[in-house]
C-alpha cells in the first residue's frame, strides 16, 4: 500500500466516522417527550458530535495532504468545488450552528419541570435547518468525491 492508498483510506474511515453521526444528530434529539429525555438526547448529541469534528479534521487534513501529493487534483473540479463545499460547511459551525445552539443549551439548563418549552421548539427549527442545509452540503461533496463528474 502506498501512501497515497493509506490516505484515501484514512479518508474513507474518516467519512464514516465523522459524516456518519452528524446525519442522525438531529433525529436523535426529536423524538424527546419529556425534558429529562431532551437533555439525555443533547448530552447524546453532543458526545456524537466529538466523532464529527475529529472525522471532519481528518478529512480535511486528508483532503489536502492528498492534494499535495498529487497536485493535479487542484485542476479537478469535482476536488475544488468539494473542497469549497467543505470549508463552507466548516464554516457554519462557529458561524451559524453555535450562535443557533447557545439559547437551546441555555434552555436546557434553565427549565424546570418535565415540559418542554414551546421556545425550543421554535428554536430547534431554526437549528435543525441550518443542520440539514449542512448535510445536504456533505451529500454533495460525497456525492462529487464517488462520481467526480468534472
Known amino acids: 500500500m502506498t501512501f497515497y492508498e493509506i490516505l484515501v483510506f484514512i479518508h474513507i474511515i474518516s467519512a464514516i466516522l465523522g ?4 446525519f442522525i444528530m438531529i433525529y ?3 423524538k424527546s417527550s419529556t425534558m429529562t429525555e431532551l437533555r439525555h438526547a443533547y ?7 466529538i466523532f464529527v469534528m475529529v472525522g471532519g479534521t481528518l478529512l480535511l487534513v486528508t483532503g489536502i495532504w492528498m492534494g499535495l501529493l498529487h497536485p ?3 485542476s479537478q473540479g469535482w476536488y475544488v468545488v468539494s473542497l469549497i463545499l467543505f470549508i463552507i460547511a466548516l464554516g457554519f459551525g462557529p458561524g451559524v450552528l453555535s450562535p443557533r445552539s447557545k439559547p ?4 436546557l439548563k434553565e427549565t424546570e419541570g418535565e415540559e418542554i418549552p414551546d421556545s425550543y421548539f421554535t428554536l430547534s427549527k431554526k437549528l435543525f435547518f441550518y443542520e440539514r442545509m449542512e448535510n445536504t452540503i456533505f451529500l454533495i461533496i460525497i456525492v462529487l468525491m464517488i462520481l467526480k463528474p468534472f
Open 72 to 74: 493535479y487534483l487542484f
Open 43 to 49: 448530552f447524546i448529541r453532543n458526545r456524537l458530535h
Open 19 to 22: 459524516m456518519g453521526p452528524g
Open 104 to 107: 437551546i443549551k441555555a434552555l
Open 28 to 30: 436523535v434529539v426529536t
